[in-house]
Structure formats: C-alpha cells, structure tokens
C-alpha cells in the first residue's frame, strides 16, 4: 500500500478540526442555554479539561524537553488572554445569545479578520481577490444572522450587546492568530497549545470567581453537576483537546491558507449534524454558511 501524502492527512486533520467544533459548538450551546452557567465558567472548565489531555500527548511526544524562555513564554501567554480568555468565553456567549445554528457563522470571519490584521500589523499582501473573500464572507454572515421583521416580533441584526460580543471574539481571536505567528516560529503547535491551555487556566479562574453570579462557584457547579458534565467533559475533548490537536496538524501538513479554509467549515458541519438531527435548517443559513466558507476558500486561494 502506497504511503499517504502529507497533504492528504493534513486536509483530513483540519477538515476533522471544524467537525469537531461543530459538535463541540452544538453541546456546549445546549448547556448554555438550558443551565444556570456562564460562558466564562464553561470555558473554564473545558480548558480544565483539555489541558492534561494535550500535556499528556505533548508528553508522549517528547516535547516537554523544549527549553522555556521568558519572553516567549510571556508572547504565549498574551496569545492566551485573546485567544482564549476572551475570545472562547465570547465565543461561548455567541452560542448562548444567537443560537449555534447563527453563531458558529463567527467562525468564517476569523481567518478575513486576520487577513485584514496582518495587512496592517505585518504588511503582509491584502489582494483585490482576498477583498472579494472578506466582503464575501461580510455577505453570507450578516445574510444568515439578519432575521426579517415577523409578525409580533422585531426584525434586523442582534441586539448590539450581542453585536458587541461577537465582535470581541472575531478581533480577539484574529489578534492571537497574527501574535502567533512569532510564537509558533521554532516550536511544535502541539506543544504551544498546551502551554496556551495552561497559562490561560489561572487568569480564567480568577475572571470567573469575581465576575459571575454567586462568585463563580455556582456557575461551575452548574456545568459540574450529574448529567451536565459528561457532555461538557466529552466535548470539551473532542473540541478542543482533540481539535486543537488536529489543527495543528493541519497548520504543520498544509499552507496555513489553505488549512485554515478547511478548519473555517464548521458552519457547514453544524448544518449537517442538524439536519441529520431533523432540525429544521432555514434557507437562510444554509446560504449564509456556504456563501461564509467561500469567502474564506476566495481569501486562501489569494495568499
């Protein structure tokens, strides 16, 4: 049997990525939205979670032997704060106040959002093709989150608190993106992962004990308790241990355009496990997810 290509594991890893945060996203909105939790608190504890799982294969790896510097460790650390502190809890918050149906179409704004940061933090190439993507994306976004006027409700986008938020986790997650492209220079991204997991662990817990409900603790209980917390703790390894595993899989294997174009397909992913479901998936978000996912093939094929 022939050896398979390089290629062909990497497009599998970052393709297997967006299924898995998909089905991470569909869990983890269901708690959101039927327990008495936080966003922060889940995010917490699904960090709580992945962390020794990525130690673990970092360890089985031999990759804990990589020499730790200070300031490196402290770009790590940033990269955590956005990415992870306040990009996954606001992710999280997204799936609460949009559904995930609409709020896993944040997903394919990520990688245009990135590419306009880098034009102006890295001066790195903003083609008219890469504009065509990002408005593309702006498009199919904005279609399927615009909800028209029905009988006895209001119609247009969220309400801006919700706005507000899900653009905290587009701009906050393009910011890690571009940081890590000096952090992951030299080093494994499975160990970086983990390192990121880690350093963001403390300040997570100490957002959480002084900023939720009943100083945080019942807010963690409530994604702790029976019935809760084998979900949770299921995707919180498949979403992000695993995934986060297999991102880097597909970084390391393909161009990152190109891995980041198929990790961007979890709009679509989420539309299938729903429809298989036999929920009910609206015209407009099936549109709006398609038209998303192509805005970001449109911004890989220009890099």
Not at 184 to 197: E, F, I, N, P
Not at 247 to 259: F, S
Request: aromatic share 6%.
């Amino acid at each position: 049997m022939p050896p398979v290509s390089s290629a062909l594991v990497g497009s599998a890893a970052s393709l297997t990525c967006a299924l898995t945060w998909a089905i991470a996203s569909l869990v983890f909105g269901r708690v959101l939205q039927r327990e008495p939790t936080t966003a922060l608190a889940l995010s917490f504890v699904k960090a709580l979670v992945a962390a020794p799982l990525l130690f673990i294969a970092a360890t089985a790896t031999g990759l804990l032997s990589e020499t730790l510097e200070p300031r490196w460790l402290s770009q790590v650390f940033l990269t955590s704060l956005l990415g992870l502190v306040i990009a996954d809890a606001a992710y999280l918050a997204s799936l609460k106040r949009l559904g995930v149906e609409r709020g896993v179409l944040l997903i394919p704004l990520v990688p245009s959002s990135t590419a306009v940061m880098a034009f102006f933090a890295l001066d790195e190439r903003l083609s008219l093709s890469a504009l065509v993507g990002v408005s593309l994306t702006l498009v199919g976004v904005v279609g399927a989150v615009y909800r028209p006027r029905s009988s006895g409700q209001p119609g247009g986008l969220a309400p801006w608190a919700t706005i507000l938020i899900a653009g905290a986790y587009v701009f906050a997650q393009a910011g890690s993106n571009v940081l890590q492209k000096d952090v992951l220079d030299g080093h494994v991204a499975l160990y970086v992962a983990a390192l990121r997991l880690v350093l963001g662990m403390p300040l997570m817990a100490l957002v959480v004990l002084t900023t939720s409900p009943g100083g945080g603790i019942a807010a963690v209980r409530a994604v702790l308790r029976p019935g809760v917390r084998g979900p949770v703790i299921a995707a919180a390894a498949i979403g992000t241990a695993l995934g986060m595993w297999l991102g880097a899989t597909g970084t390391q294997r393909l161009p990152v355009a190109l891995a980041t174009t198929l990790a961007a397909t979890t709009p679509v992913w989420a539309l299938i496990i729903a429809r298989l479901r036999g929920e009910a998936i609206s015209v407009r978000a099936a549109i709006g997810a398609v038209l998303a996912v192509a805005g970001v093939a449109v911004i890989a094929a220009s890099r």
